[in-house]
């Protein structure tokens, strides 16, 4: 649903039932503690049926109440605070075996990653990363660990590798001005979405180069200036999102990649492997 969710139910609210728009005041006042109740949950708390929650789902333009919960679970992500996320986290978790839950929970995002993700597009972002005249990677706050992982790794195999740094706007754009078409810009972002990625995506898409956006959503900003689109399941892990689906596929693209040039890789290794020896950069005694 493109229009924005509360607003949609604002909008509508006239045309709703008795016990449509006691469902509707209590989303647009909780929508935080709505996000992760069962549509059984939700009618009970308002003091209505299930079914009645589910045909509310359906008046909004949803096929069930499940694409309803997904996009508000959507907004929480993007727009509560730290301190908002510890509070629903710690709703969700209760006094369960933290560990368990959340290795349980990143399990089922790479399942639901693997099962979505757009494998055409991942092989076109492969074949636009190695075919690039230079390689942009960008990634801001949490997703700057993610950028700087992937630069690491294809500074193995590559040259022309430029990692963004993002402290501030004129900086990024004073690095990335020279991008133009036959570049290729390697964008990673995840909720709460940074405004100067979207900027660096937007001009690079306006000098003709793509991009590779790899994100949690289609509704992700960076998303509408994708060339290649990877879609990542991430959600909350606290105050911070869990990134474990998005690194799995980072993998899968240095992977990927380094099969298509395995001959110039295996000697690049080989130099590297010589250098280090020669300055004793890694212990080899081992136990």
Request: proline share 1%; no cysteine; charged share 25%.
């Amino acid at each position: 649903m493109k229009r924005d969710l509360l607003k949609a139910i604002e909008d509508e609210m006239h045309s709703f039932s008795k016990g449509q728009r006691l469902i509707a005041s209590y989303v647009l006042s909780n929508y935080d503690k709505a996000a992760y109740m069962t549509a059984s949950k939700l009618g009970a708390v308002v003091g209505v049926s299930e079914s009645t929650v589910v045909r509310f789902a359906n008046e909004l333009g949803y096929e069930g109440y499940p694409e309803f919960q997904h996009s508000l679970q959507e907004i929480i992500r993007s727009h509560l605070t730290s301190f908002q996320r510890i509070e629903v986290t710690n709703n969700l978790i209760g006094d369960g075996n933290v560990l368990d839950k959340v290795l349980l929970s990143d399990a089922e995002k790479l399942r639901h990653t693997m099962e979505e993700i757009d494998h055409a597009s991942f092989e076109q972002a492969v074949d636009r990363i190695v075919e690039a005249k230079n390689i942009y990677i960008i990634g801001v706050r949490s997703s700057a660990h993610l950028a700087g992982f992937l630069n690491y790794s294809l500074r193995m195999i590559f040259d022309n590798v430029k990692f963004v740094q993002t402290t501030s706007g004129s900086e990024m754009f004073e690095q990335i001005m020279q991008i133009d078409k036959g570049d290729t810009m390697i964008a990673i972002s995840f909720p709460r979405y940074s405004k100067r990625i979207i900027n660096a995506v937007e001009y690079a898409r306006s000098r003709g180069a793509d991009v590779v956006a790899l994100t949690d959503s289609t509704s992700s900003p960076i998303a509408s200036f994708a060339s290649q689109l990877l879609i990542a399941q991430s959600d909350m892990a606290s105050f911070v999102d869990s990134l474990v689906a998005p690194l799995s596929i980072i993998n899968a693209i240095i992977v990927a990649v380094a099969r298509k040039r395995q001959e110039d890789v295996t000697e690049r290794l080989h130099r590297l492997e010589e250098v280090w020896d020669r300055y004793d950069v890694y212990d080899k005694k081992g136990k």
